[in-house]
């Protein structure tokens, strides 16, 4: 099987590295039109998924500027920041780590709201028996 071209792998690891930070700030905003009662469900997701794809689109179409802008100066040798396979690799490795970051802030999340109401839950409980035991 032939390689794909690299113009290609390069499109490909702008979209993703796009997805990864759509799909981790996009759902703020969205989240507010939809826990407002600006839009329904359905509606919020109709934005979600239009918002990532033109914010997807314009990555593709400024991906030149933006590897210029933010693209290791000082920090590689400006030989490497100039080949395709660097761009790429860093390309896949920000996107990784944008969706690999995301998980663990989630579960944090997920950790965070669920410890305070069990720890008052426990609490009550606690005290209740406590009261009950004399």
Known sequence: MAALPLEILLLVVVGFVAFA????????????????GTTSYRGAIAWATFTTLAGLMTAVFLSVKLVAAFGGKGLVPDALTHDPRFVFAAGLGAG?????ARATMATIAAAW???????????ASASALARWAG
């Open 96 to 100: 990784a780590t944008v969706l690999i």
């Open 113 to 123: 709201i669920t410890t305070l109401p069990l720890a008052a839950a426990l609490g």
């Open 21 to 36: 930070n759509g799909s981790n700030d996009n759902f703020k905003g969205v989240a507010t039109l939809y826990g407002s």
